[in-house]
């Protein structure tokens, strides 16, 4: 089993910036993908952004590119969602999630290690 825990949510205005950490535990060794999640109240949990553990590389959506960024530290087992110009419209709960097998699909379904979540709200 693996382990995640989200930390670093809180209520900023919009324009602001907050980093996100999830720290991973567990048999991350199994793991090869880091992602995250948001979910706003009332709609479907959606794809933000992922990273691999054994690459640079990164997958954004489209909707936070160029605002949001997905980095890792692999000796803390530690993925961070950097997020600047934060707007009202990102306002969710933000998860992690982890799985096993590389795979091009982004849909949640393909992570099979979820955190709690940590709530982001951007006030205008």
């Known amino acids: 089993q693996v382990q995640l825990v989200e930390s670093g949510g809180g209520l900023v205005q919009a324009g602001g910036s907050l980093r996100l950490s999830c720290a991973a535990s567990g048999r991350t060794g199994s793991t090869t993908t880091m992602g995250w999640f948001r979910q706003a109240p009332g709609k479907e949990r959606e794809f933000v952004a992922a990273?691999?553990?054994?690459?640079?590389?990164?997958v954004i959506a489209a909707s936070v590119k160029g605002r949001f960024t997905i980095s890792r530290d692999n000796a803390k087992n530690t993925v961070y969602l950097q997020m600047n110009s934060l707007k009202p419209e990102d306002t969710a709960v933000y998860y992690c999630a982890a799985r096993e097998y590389y795979s091009s699909s982004y849909v949640p379904a393909s992570f099979g290690f979820w955190g709690q979540g940590t709530q982001v709200t951007v006030s205008s």
């Open positions: 990273i691999r553990w054994s690459s640079t590389s990164t």
